[in-house]
């Protein structure tokens, strides 16, 4: 069992920065992927940026080379840098980990972070 807790979100202008974190329970290093996708209302949930162990990040068209995602494998915390910011990237923001157990995986959420991009 993960329990993922997401910090950061709030209200910021378009054009601005955010920065978001995810506090994991366990190790992040013993998980298979982490990362941060998004569900803006009567949308559908959407990749945001993961985290691939050992290496590798993937991100969505929608951010590339605005949104950056980071990991602190002695804090077990993975955070989602986000530049250049969006009326529409205004959704809430869930934290996403991957485990592979004897050939099954499992997928565990946060609970959730509101940002609100706007004037």
């Known amino acids: 069992q993960v329990q993922l807790v997401e910090s950061g979100g709030g209200l910021v202008q378009p054009g601005g920065s955010l920065s978001l974190s995810c506090a994991a329970s366990g190790s992040i290093v013993s998980l298979h992927a982490v990362g941060w996708y998004r569900q803006a209302p009567g949308k559908q949930r959407e990749l945001v940026a993961t985290?691939?162990?050992?290496?590798?990040?993937n991100y969505g068209d929608s951010v590339k080379g605005r949104f950056t995602i980071s990991r602190d494998n002695a804090k077990n915390t993975v955070y989602l840098q986000m530049n250049s910011l969006k009326p529409e990237d205004t959704a809430v923001y869930y934290c996403?980990?991957?485990?592979?157990?004897?050939?099954?995986?499992?997928?565990?959420w946060g609970q959730g972070t509101q940002v609100t991009v706007s004037s």
């Open positions: 985290a691939r162990n050992p290496s590798g990040t």
């Open positions: 996403n980990a991957v485990v592979v157990r004897a050939g099954t995986t499992y997928d565990y």
